[in-house]
């Protein structure tokens, strides 16, 4: 059974870079391509990027700028980073498992909430 | 960027009651790309509907959805008490990746 579990700081000051990693089991990092996605307070999902083990990375031109994402594969992690922070990248942030087959993100993990605030 | 919308923003139904579910793209999508989420409160996102039409495992049949180029539309044949919660449609094709805003099926 695959599964993913996102581990991040709970709480980051503005202009400070938040770090996020999501660790995954029951399955290879080796063979998807993994994705962020995040849910301000009572918004709707916003997608930040994905990773590949390849480095292929693609990341939401609203946030290309501040935003990293990297595969690990002696680990099978990724991570993202986002810095320059502000009140806004307050969310539940989604670690995700794009499926292929499916052109849809197809695992989640349960979310975990960064608050950005000094 | 391709913008989703959904509507109607909430609808309020009764169980056994039908629910249809509105996203509309601002320009055209690949029908492979599009996707369809559902959402209970506190809780992570589930793939439902994946290729605009095909449910994910698990789904139970009253789920169906269609359309195709800028229109597409989830229903819920027979509403359970289950479902009712917030869903997302999603596109990738054309990039970036979107979703829209959502559309809540509330008790009525």
């Known amino acids: 059974q695959v599964q993913l579990q996102e581990s991040g700081p709970g709480l980051v000051k503005p202009s400070e870079t938040l770090s996020l990693t999501c660790t995954v089991s029951?399955?290879?990092?080796?063979?998807?391509?993994w994705n962020w996605v995040r849910q301000a307070p009572g918004k709707g999902l916003e997608w930040i990027g994905y990773g590949h083990h390849s480095g292929s990375t693609k990341y939401n031109p609203s946030l290309k700028s501040r935003v990293t994402i990297s595969v690990d594969t002696s680990k099978n992690q990724f991570s993202a980073k986002v810095s320059s922070v502000t009140a806004a990248d307050t969310a539940v942030y989604y670690c995700?498992?794009?499926?292929?087959?499916?052109?849809?993100?197809?695992?989640w993990g349960p979310g975990t909430l960064v608050t950005v605030s000094s | 960027e391709i913008v989703l919308t959904q509507s109607p923003g909430t609808l309020s139904l009764s169980p056994g009651e039908r629910a249809t579910l509105s996203c509309r793209a601002s320009q055209s999508v690949s029908s492979s790309s599009l996707a369809w989420y559902q959402q209970k409160p506190g809780q992570t996102p589930r793939l439902l509907i994946y290729?605009?039409?095909s449910r994910a495992t698990g789904i139970p049949d009253r789920f169906s959805a269609g359309g195709s180029g800028t229109d597409f539309t989830l229903t819920i044949s027979t509403l359970e008490p289950e479902d009712f919660a917030l869903y997302y449609c999603?596109?990738?094709?054309?990039?970036?990746?979107?979703f829209g805003g959502g559309t809540k099926v509330e008790i009525k």
């Open positions: 999603q596109q990738y094709n054309p990039s970036p990746l979107t």
């Open positions: 029951g399955a290879s990092i080796t063979s998807y391509y």
């Open positions: 995700a498992r794009w499926h292929s087959g499916f052109n849809a993100l197809d695992i």
């Open positions: 290729g605009t039409s």
